[in-house]
C-alpha cells in the first residue's frame, strides 16, 4: 500500500487570449490633406482581479504623421491612449480568483494601426492587439511516497590488497 502526500504549489488555474480592435479619434490643429504613416509605440499594461473577473488597465502612445496645407507641409500628431479591459477566464474546477491569485498578461500581438482616415481635423483609427492572459494560484499536487527505504550499495574499494602491499613496499621512511 502507498502512502500519499500533498504538496501545495502555485499553477496555471486558468488562461486565455482576446483580440481587441478598438477605434479612437485624435483632434488635429489643421485638416490633414493625406495620412503619410501611423505608429504604436510605449505599450505598458498591467493585470488586476476584478471580483471573479480579471481586469487589464493598459496604455500607449500613437503618433500619426500627416501632410497638410496642400501635401506642402507635415506634422505628427501624438496622443496616450489609455484602456481597461475587464473579462471573464474560465478556472479549473474547485479554484477561484482569490488574494494569492497572480494575474499574469502578455502582448500576443502588439498594439498596431490598422485603418487610419481623415475627416476635417479630425482622425480615426483603428488600433488592433492581442492580449494573453494566466491566472495562477495555489494547487494541492498528490504524489505516491514509497515506504520501504531502498537499500544502499556497497562501494567497493578500487585497489586490491596485493596493490596495496606494492605502494607500501615503495615508500622510504628514511625520506627525512
Known amino acids: 500500500m ?7 504549489t502555485k499553477a496555471i488555474i486558468g488562461k486565455g487570449k482576446k483580440a481587441f480592435k478598438d477605434v ?5 490643429n489643421e485638416a490633414p490633406d493625406t495620412i503619410l504613416g501611423c505608429w504604436v509605440i510605449n505599450h505598458q499594461f498591467d493585470g488586476y482581479k476584478a471580483g471573479d473577473k480579471v481586469g487589464v ?3 500607449f502612445d500613437i503618433n500619426i504623421w500627416y501632410a497638410y496645407d496642400n501635401n506642402q507641409k507635415t506634422t505628427v500628431a501624438t496622443q496616450n491612449i489609455t484602456y481597461d479591459h475587464t473579462f471573464s477566464i474560465k478556472l479549473k474546477a474547485d479554484t477561484e480568483v482569490d488574494g494569492d491569485t497572480d494575474i499574469i498578461v502578455r502582448s500576443l500581438y502588439q498594439p498596431s494601426c490598422s485603418d487610419v482616415a481623415a475627416d476635417g481635423k479630425t482622425i480615426k483609427f483603428t488600433i488592433d492587439k492581442e492580449l494573453g492572459i494566466e491566472v495562477v494560484g495555489d494547487e494541492k499536487v498528490k504524489i ?14 578500487e585497489m586490491t590488497p596485493a596493490e596495496e602491499v606494492a605502494i607500501d613496499e615503495q615508500v622510504n621512511e628514511e625520506y627525512l
Open 2 to 8: 502507498a502512502l500519499y502526500k500533498e504538496i501545495v
Open 144 to 157: 505516491a511516497i514509497e515506504e520501504d527505504e531502498e537499500p544502499w550499495d556497497i562501494i567497493e574499494d
Open 57 to 59: 488597465k493598459g496604455s
Open 24 to 28: 479612437y479619434t485624435i483632434d488635429t
